[in-house]
């Protein structure tokens, strides 16, 4: 034999060529962290499953939260046949390749367990090609979404679905599937304590991730000396924030922004300032919707706000970025602690609701120019009072 050739791995050896993440999958649904409010048996899947009868479903929720997993434990537990689609690389033929396979297996009564991920993606023609398989029970349709369903999907197809939302996963599940990860390999993470803690923050709520990281430092040297977080930093890359500026996450943290800065917290205003700024969001966006805040939400309880965030608007188009960020974020500060007033914004709101109801009214004639002879007569003008005329500057004329 070459000595120069690799041997090639004992059959034993072919599981610890497999991805971790892909070994750690889970085998059944008790086995899925995090998502217990849907999967425990007073949740409303669990409770599908317990009857053997699933309804079609979107599932909603972040990455690496389990959506393909649940997918195929749904169909294994319900005897039903997996058939995986990514909207990403299928089209209508694929589309018709399923349904037709489906029907056959419906035929001898054989259900099929349709799993759509990126279901969003497909446009709506390619959504109503659903409806009538999911309508007439050809597939349990299970669609997987990281987008707001509501506006992704068109309403024809969510009617026939439910929409379940998964969670992000949380520092204890997270924590789980380290310790599972050890278990597995036989061997511990060679972190601090604190190391540990921001290694599950670096996965940002993402499991596939959090095991990629395990997987990498699991392959350092035996004699490795615990890492801190510096240290930690520098081994793995940070995952990119998860922040699209034209989808449901860009309207979430603008949301907890304006209402962090109405409820006077700058502590956490400024954290969603740095989420958005982070993501890559337009910082000249979040300067305008504080012009907006400052005439909305403080008006008169303090008019100079409005001058303020202005002059963070003018002070980031001078110097750009990451100078001019500094101002926006002294602006979201004065604004959470300013004084705040919805008069001007309800009273103005009041009085166009009335203009509308009252049409084409004419004013009082009392309030009217009476630049000739006849429209004097007519009683324009009559009785006006110049305010600065009267002795205190004030007529009180209504």
């Not at 990455?63 to 537990?77: F, M, N, S, W, Y």
Request: proline share 6%; net charge negative.
């Amino acid at each position: 034999m070459d000595r120069d050739v690799p041997a090639l791995p004992l059959y034993g050896d072919e599981e610890a060529l497999r991805p971790l993440a892909d070994r750690l999958r889970p085998q059944t649904l008790g086995e899925v962290v995090g998502q217990e409010h849907l999967l425990a048996s007073e949740g409303p899947i669990g409770r599908m499953v317990a009857q053997q009868r699933l309804v079609s479903m979107i599932l909603w929720g972040p990455p690496g939260c389990g959506k393909t997993t649940i997918a195929r434990l749904l169909a294994e537990r319900t005897h039903l046949v997996f058939e995986p689609l990514s909207a990403t690389f299928s089209g209508v033929a694929d589309l018709r390749k399923v349904f037709q396979a489906a029907g056959r297996r419906r035929e001898i009564g054989q259900g099929t367990l349709l799993f759509v991920d990126e279901v969003h993606r497909f446009n709506r023609a390619q959504q109503d090609s659903f409806l009538p398989y999911v309508e007439d029970g050809t597939v349990v349709l299970v669609g997987a979404t990281t987008e707001n369903p509501s506006f992704e999907l068109n309403g024809a197809l969510l009617s026939r679905c439910q929409v379940y939302v998964l969670r992000r996963l949380d520092d204890a599940a997270l924590e789980t599937l380290t310790a599972r990860a050890e278990a597995v390999t036989g061997r511990g993470l060679p972190l601090t304590a604190d190391a540990r803690q921001a290694l599950r923050a670096m996965a940002d709520g993402d499991g596939r991730y959090l095991l990629n990281i395990v997987e990498q430092l699991q392959a350092l040297p035996d004699d490795t000396a615990p890492l801190d977080v510096a240290a930690l930093t520098r081994q793995v890359q940070q995952r990119a924030p998860q922040y699209d500026k034209a989808q449901d996450s860009h309207y979430n943290l603008i949301s907890a922004l304006h209402k962090s800065m109405r409820g006077s917290d700058p502590d956490a205003a400024l954290y969603w300032l740095a989420r958005m700024l982070d993501g890559g969001e337009d910082p000249l966006y979040v300067a305008r919707r504080l012009v907006r805040f400052a005439t909305e939400d403080i008006g008169m309880a303090d008019p100079q706000a409005v001058q303020q965030a202005l002059a963070a608007w003018d002070v980031y188009q001078r110097l750009g970025s990451p100078e001019g960020e500094l101002a926006v974020a002294q602006a979201v500060v004065y604004l959470a602690t300013a004084p705040k007033s919805v008069a001007v914004h309800r009273g103005f709101g009041a009085a166009r609701r009335r203009a509308r109801q009252t049409g084409s009214l004419m004013p009082p004639a009392h309030i009217l120019n009476a630049p000739t002879g006849l429209m004097r007569n007519l009683g324009y003008g009559e009785s006006y009072q110049y305010d600065p005329d009267t002795a205190d500057g004030f007529s009180g004329a209504d």
